[in-house]
């Protein structure tokens, strides 16, 4: 079985996302087309914050945090 990556999330950190619409076998297939796994996290991140309408300031601020980070990455 190999090693999974390090992404310097804390457990707490990753189970706060996948109660959160975040779907970790999108982020394996992103890694698998060859994705950065920090920008898998990302790229997984953002595709659950696109699929629920963003209703309010907050929804809004979270999703442009998100893609700010992702636009960082490049």
Do not use: H
């Amino acid at each position: 079985m190999p090693e999974p990556d390090s992404l310097d999330f804390l457990d707490t950190d990753y189970a706060n996302l996948i109660s959160n619409d975040y779907d970790p076998n999108l982020e394996r297939l992103i890694k698998a087309a060859g994705e950065l796994p920090t920008d898998a996290v990302l790229l997984t991140r953002l595709v659950g914050l696109a699929q629920k309408p963003i209703e309010t300031e907050e929804d809004w601020q979270e999703f442009e945090a998100v893609w700010g980070k992702l636009d960082k990455t490049e």
